[in-house]
C-alpha cells in the first residue's frame, strides 16, 4: 500500500482509511488501468496463494453497478468484480501457488464502463499477497512460524551468529 492522495468523498466513515495509491477512470484510454508491482520473496511454490486487491467506488450513478474491474496478474486475468456506489470494495482472488513469481509481479486493475454508466472511477487503495514462504532468510532476517513441534532448517544467513526469538 502507498498513501499517494486523500480522497475524503470515497469514503462515508469518518474513521474510514481515505488514502489511495492510484485511480483509474473507466472508458478512457491510458487512464483505466492501474498497475503495479509487487515483490514476492523465497517463494515456496507449493500450499496456496492469495490476493486481495482493496478498491473503493468514486462515483455513484443511477445503475446498481456502477464500477466493473478485471484484474490481472503476470498478464493473466484472474478475477473480475462489479459493484455499486461509493466506498470500499474486496476483492478476493485465489492464486495457483506457481503463480507467484520469485522477484517481481505485476497486478494490473482494468476499470471497464458498462452499458449505462456515464462515468465510472475506482480507487486502488492496496494490494495484499499471501503465498507459501521458505524458511530463508531475506536480509538476514526471517520471521516464521512452524507447527508445534516441527523441526525446520531456516537457510539465507550471511553468518552461523543468528539470534532466534520465540515470541
Known amino acids: 500500500e502507498q498513501d499517494e492522495f486523500a480522497a475524503t468523498s470515497?469514503?462515508?466513515d469518518p474513521e474510514g482509511?481515505?488514502?489511495f495509491w492510484a485511480y483509474a477512470f473507466a472508458g478512457y484510454a491510458g487512464l483505466d488501468?492501474?498497475?503495479v508491482t509487487v515483490p514476492a520473496q523465497a517463494v515456496a511454490g507449493l500450499g496456496s496463494a492469495s490476493l486481495t486487491v482493496q478498491l473503493a467506488g468514486g462515483t455513484d450513478e443511477p445503475a446498481e453497478t456502477?464500477?466493473?474491474v478485471i484484474v490481472s496478474w503476470n498478464g493473466m486475468v484472474v478475477g473480475e468484480s462489479a459493484w455499486g456506489g461509493m466506498g470500499p470494495h474486496a476483492i478476493q482472488i485465489p492464486l495457483s501457488p506457481y503463480d507467484v513469481r520469485e522477484g517481481e509481479n505485476t497486478l494490473e486493475?482494468?476499470?471497464l464502463r458498462n452499458?449505462?454508466?456515464t462515468a465510472s472511477?475506482?480507487?486502488f487503495d492496496s494490494v495484499d499477497l499471501r503465498y507459501e514462504r521458505e524458511y530463508r532468510?531475506?536480509?538476514?532476517t526471517l520471521a516464521f512460524s512452524a507447527p508445534r513441534g516441527a523441526s525446520v532448517e531456516v537457510t539465507g544467513f550471511s553468518s552461523p551468529d543468528v539470534l532466534l526469538l520465540d515470541v
Not at 137 to 140: F, G, K, L, N
Open 33 to 35: 488501468t492501474v498497475t
Open 121 to 123: 472511477l475506482v480507487y
Open 137 to 140: 532468510a531475506v536480509d538476514d
Open 66 to 68: 456502477d464500477h466493473h
Open 10 to 12: 470515497a469514503i462515508q
Open 109 to 111: 486493475v482494468q476499470a
Open 17 to 19: 482509511d481515505f488514502w
Open 115 to 117: 452499458a449505462g454508466v
